[in-house]
């Protein structure tokens, strides 16, 4: 059998890395590849690219409506920078009295994130969803609470109530369009910013700017805590991207053109997918499509139109855009035509929808597409490790970028497991206001203590690398001592549950037995087993064809369990979806396994109960 063809994509970086052993039984490993030269801000590359290609379109969004592509070149967006800086310099802000930014991804966003970045003033994205979705608002007071913003952004009178809520009175807010919608509030329309004249004062700050200069606050999602404030530094992301630089060695061969959902207060989509487009001269066309039945029809639109030359996205969005690819030539003609490499993040890729990529790619371009992927988090702004040879699957981590030292350390607490810990320029020096969290951080010898878990694909060859092994921090063990490895079930519910299956919540814990909270597609549900659209939730969870595909499920899962800890014996199909202000779900949609078990515990007792409910379901087999 012939080996498969794939499109030719320059990689490097990670292919390789020296083993240290330790006699504590750690490993420290790094890249046998030495890390490029940075440059010292990345204002340096936003300026350079305005020399160089000053018409060359940056960044692009539909007109209102779906209409032709508004566009911003890079000469265009330094002038925007230097205008919008100087406004902030003037109303005095700074790291004491930072830019908090409430609405999602749009060229305003983008042009007042750079021209912060211009001013050596930080921003601070603040996921829409803590203003729109949430219905208390306290994760946004807690996040505000934290910055003490000197200014706050917002698209459109759809943030009104979130800002009345946890927006002090006094502070400027600046709107795309200013309108009625908050009486008595200090306004200013976007336009304003753009026709402020540069001056001595924007001159000054963006000389004063050093590779420690704050450039943004990411906050984590928090889980049972509330959301730590991430300090993202120049030196950070320069060195993250000549990272990633090195490793997708094919970005540096072309302007690299993206379509891209994905959200900017997350560091996948803003420092990584808007920092690509900075470092290398590339357009950024913002996708306004989301990875969902309903959503992605605006993704799928734009993939019609635009060819990217790399794809970023996570599992689910390419799950619904590979489903579409089948039906649709212009489609699958246009991702084919250029893109030199796909890369997911976030979650595994389910084998199914690995293989129907390679598959509609030898059937529209006669040649795969190389999938790349790797470990990376918001304080390590992203990336440490790159997955790039041809032998990826889902699960792997690779080998550790240029730059960055990985630690292998054994769990102390006797799961056999063994955590991943990073160091290098690419780390955060901590988080914002937070010192006792920072110090908890890190070990002792300065390495970041991700709490993830880590293995090799093969222990007698190292160079082969790692694979993701779940979070240590969600494990647990039945009463029997018998250690759970969460992240491998979880991943295979999910990959069994498909379609019907968002996610699901290992539970058990000092328990006889594993159990399984599912959180249900019911969208999905309707449509497979056509049940009529008037039907709740709740009566299309209770449908016989509904109860019989998890049934199903629960059986195939039972009779594959090698033993306890791999044997799930009771199901229970959650009715109430995840609530983002317990913190049970992202606004990427990742779900929480310890904030959905403590804020649901009433129904895991129900769940382990020894005279379970009708709503349980117990192995036919059992």
């Known amino acids: 059998m012939n080996a ?46 305005a020399r ?14 779906g209409g032709q592509w508004v566009r911003v070149s890079f000469a265009q967006m330094v002038e925007r920078a230097q205008r919008i800086g100087q406004w902030l310099v003037q109303q005095g802000a700074s790291a004491e009295r930072p830019l908090a930014i409430l609405s999602g991804n749009d ?36 996040i505000l609470g934290t910055l003490t913003p000197g200014v706050v952004f917002a ?40 026709r402020t004249e540069p001056g001595t004062g924007i001159a000054a700050a963006h000389a004063a700017i050093t590779p420690d200069t704050i450039v943004k606050f990411l906050f984590t999602s928090g889980s049972t805590k509330q959301p730590k404030g991430v300090i993202n530094t120049h030196r950070m992301l320069c060195h993250n991207l000549q990272m990633a630089t090195q490793a997708m060695a094919f970005l540096a061969d072309e302007p690299p053109v993206l379509v891209d959902w994905l959200p900017w207060n997350h560091t996948f989509g803003a ?85 129907r990529l390679d598959r509609l790619g030898e059937q529209t371009v006669g040649e795969r597409i190389p999938v790349i992927t790797g470990l990376g988090m918001t304080e390590t702004a ?26 292998l350390v054994p769990d102390a607490q006797g799961s056999g497991k063994t955590e991943i810990r990073f160091r290098g320029p690419n780390v955060m020096p901590g988080y914002w206001r937070a010192p006792e969290q920072t110090a908890e951080a890190f070990d002792d010898e300065g390495f970041y203590k991700t ?45 069994l549950g498909d379609p019907l299956v968002q996610d699901a919540v290992v539970t058990g814990p000092d ?7 599912i959180f249900p597609r019911v969208d999905e549900a309707r449509s497979l087993f056509r049940l009529p659209s008037e039907m709740s939730a709740a009566q299309v969870l209770a449908a016989a064809p509904v109860r019989e595909f998890f049934q199903n499920l629960l059986d195939r899962l039972h009779a594959a369990g090698t033993g306890s800890a791999t044997r799930p014996a009771r199901l229970l199909v959650l009715t109430e979806p995840p609530d983002i202000d317990r913190g049970e779900v992202t606004d990427k949609g990742s779900i929480n396994q310890r904030a959905v078990l403590a804020h649901r515990a009433e129904l895991v007792a129900r769940l382990h109960a020894a005279d379970a409910t009708a709503a349980v379901l117990l192995p036919r087999s059992h």
């Not at 940075?38 to 204002?43: E, F, I, M, S």
């Not at 997918?273 to 470092?279: A, D, E, M, R, S």
């Not at 032998?391 to 240029?402: E, N, R, T």
């Open 4 to 49: 498969p063809r794939y499109r030719a994509s320059r990689v490097g970086g990670c292919l390789e890395a020296s083993v240290e052993r330790r006699a504590d039984g750690c490993i420290v490993l790094r890249s046998t590849e030495a890390l490029g030269a940075v440059p010292l801000r990345l204002t340096d590359r936003l300026a350079h690219w």
């Open 155 to 194: 698209a459109d009178a759809a943030y009104a109530r979130a800002v009345e809520a946890a927006v002090p009175a006094a502070t400027p807010l600046v709107l795309t369009e200013a309108s009625g919608a908050w009486a008595g509030r200090p306004l200013t329309p976007f336009a304003d910013l753009l």
């Open 52 to 65: 160089v290609a000053p018409d060359r379109t940056l960044v692009a969004r539909r007109a209102p409506g």
């Open 451 to 495: 709490g993830d878990a880590v293995k090799w694909i093969d222990e007698s060859d190292p160079q082969r690398g790692l694979a993701f092994d779940g979070r240590i921090a969600e494990d647990f063990k039945l009463s029997s001592g018998t250690f759970v490895s969460v992240g491998p079930l979880r991943a295979k519910v999910i990959a």
């Open 382 to 407: 992203p990336s440490c490790t790159f997955a790039v040879t041809r032998a990826v699957k889902s699960g792997h981590i690779g080998l550790p970028c240029p730059g960055v030292e990985v630690k």
């Open 271 to 355: 420092n990584q997918n808007v920092g690509i487009c900075l470092y290398h001269g590339g357009t950024l066309y913002i996708d306004e499509g989301k990875p969902t039945a309903e959503g992605i029809a605006q993704t799928l639109a734009n993939l019609r139109e635009v060819s990217p030359t790399v794809y970023f996205n996570v599992p689910k969005g390419f799950e619904e855009l590979s489903l579409a690819m089948e039906s649709d030539a212009t489609l699958r003609e246009s991702l084919f035509r250029r893109v030199k490499a796909f890369m997911f993040a976030g979650a595994g890729l389910s084998q199914a929808v690995w293989d």
């Open 511 to 517: 328990c006889d037995d594993l159990g399984l909270m």
């Open 107 to 142: 060229i305003e966003h983008l042009s007042l994130a750079l021209g912060a970045m211009w001013a050596g003033v930080p921003w601070a994205p603040v996921s829409p969803a803590y203003s729109v979705l949430s219905q208390d608002h306290a994760k946004l007071r807690h």
